[in-house]
């Protein structure tokens, strides 16, 4: 049976001046099945194009504090005991950093795991 799941598209905003972005990871949690997930994939080629003096050893790091919150556990810091939906939560909350969470959107699956690789084939690849 399906069950309610929410995802949020990862992107990275070189310039928050300009508002362009990339792409870059996609998060999901699904309350019922105590899921929380996040894949990511940095196209370096395509991000140095679009923002050739951008830090990408910066957002590799940002990017792996977002993984290791998903995961959660020490590796993770302090928030790493929170819930599932608390660490969703905090990940989604808008910030002005180089690497932001779009908007949370819902959707309906079987499998967040296997919905996780289908978004990030569909919104980052």
């Given at each position: 049976m399906s069950?309610?799941?929410e995802y949020s598209v990862l992107r990275v905003i070189p310039s928050i001046e300009r508002g362009e972005s990339i792409n870059v990871?996609?998060?999901v949690y699904c309350r019922a099945l105590d899921f929380l997930g996040?894949?990511?994939h940095l196209d370096e080629p395509r991000l140095l194009a679009f923002a050739p003096t951008l830090d990408v050893e910066g957002v590799r790091?940002?990017?792996g504090a977002v993984e290791a919150l998903c995961c959660?556990?020490?590796r993770a810091g302090q928030a790493g005991s929170e819930s599932p939906g608390r660490r969703f939560r905090w990940l989604t909350a808008p910030r002005s950093t180089i690497v932001q969470p779009g908007p949370v959107h819902p959707g309906l699956t079987d499998d967040?795991?296997?919905?996780l690789d289908r978004l990030?084939?569909?919104l980052v690849h």
């Open positions: 069950t309610v799941y990871g996609v998060t996040c894949r990511t790091i940002a990017l959660g556990g020490e967040p795991a296997a919905e990030l084939d569909l």
